[in-house]
């Protein structure tokens, strides 16, 4: 796999990168929605997706410049360099937000979220039950997933590899982001703990789950886009319409947990309607801005939208 790209064509791909590493960050919102909304996520997953044994042979075979343009390794540089200058530079922005501004944060995602579903859902030419039963399951998966409370579990060897694979899947699926999947599994703050403490072995066997997980997931998701692309887009739409239960701006929460600097943090909520949240948490709920940024957060993604099909 080989795309040709102008230099300019690289530095948007560069900061859809950063996009996709600033949404990464925040639990509840996937990389994998950013990669959609801007056009990129078939080339994405079938570029991961081209690391295999052929791409081994083509290496020895015919040298690494042939091997580099095999996997689109210039694609993905660029991309993981984009959102690795996200996490570094302007996550702690995002996570500042979060802590901070929750509600505003949360309404300009979900306005970014419910236009992916309208986006996705224009691909498709001719809706029938087929397509229609696709999009409710995955609406329902999505919001059953969302609503789960996060468990404890100890970090053992198997368990830290398969939280790797899982979550891996869920940060290219669009809907909800690895982060999310982590807390559900009781591991994210184990993995936070391990980065943190240079725990290498633990580090380990979690790269090594996510290696496994979206290297296989990658190849499911290709071979659905190719051989039942229409089916695949109505499960997409309704697993990314599902995820709106978890980026709702208003909620209420009903429990806390104490994380491992001893402060609380939410553990069980539920999501109210703004006038309800005022009356019950006594705190603003904002409804000006954060019907601005929803508003912001749809803009957005038209605008995208537009600007990929100008070009094609």
Not at 90 to 118: D, E, N, Q, R, T
């Amino acid at each position: 796999m080989n795309t040709t790209r102008t230099t300019r064509e690289y530095l948007g791909l560069f900061f859809k990168g950063v996009m996709m590493g600033a949404a990464d960050v925040v639990p509840g919102v996937s990389g994998g929605t950013i990669a959609f909304i801007t056009g990129i996520y078939e080339e994405l997953i079938n570029t991961i997706k081209s690391f295999n044994l052929g791409a081994v042979r083509v290496l020895f075979q015919r040298g690494p410049v042939a091997f580099w343009k095999q996997v689109n390794g210039s694609f993905l540089l660029v991309l993981l360099a984009g959102i690795i200058t996200s996490i570094v530079t302007i996550a702690g922005a995002v996570l500042f937000l979060l802590a901070h501004y929750p509600i505003l944060l949360w309404a300009f995602f979900f306005g970014l979220i419910l236009a992916s579903v309208w986006l996705v859902m224009s691909h498709i030419e001719r809706w029938d039950m087929n397509l229609i039963s696709s999009f409710i399951i995955g609406s329902i998966v999505a919001y059953i997933i969302t609503s789960i409370a996060p468990v404890s579990v100890e970090p053992t060897a198997l368990m830290v590899f398969l939280s790797g694979a899982v979550a891996i899947c869920a940060m290219i699926l669009p809907g909800i982001s690895g982060s999310f999947i982590l807390l559900l599994l009781g591991m994210y703050a184990h993995i936070l703990a391990a980065v943190k403490g240079a725990d290498f072995q633990l580090i380990g066997l979690f790269v090594a789950g996510c290696v496994v997980g979206i290297m296989s997931f990658s190849r499911l998701l290709s071979w659905m886009f190719s051989h039942h692309r229409q089916v695949t887009l109505a499960l997409l739409a309704g697993f990314m319409f599902g995820s709106l239960n978890k980026v709702w701006p208003w909620k209420y929460t009903l429990s806390y947990s104490i994380n491992r600097h001893g402060e609380q943090v939410p553990l069980l909520q539920d999501n109210v309607l703004p006038w309800n949240f005022e009356s019950i948490t006594g705190q603003s709920a904002f409804m000006f801005w954060a019907l601005g940024l929803t508003l912001m957060g749809i803009v957005i993604v038209v605008a995208m939208e537009r600007y990929q099909a100008a070009k094609e």
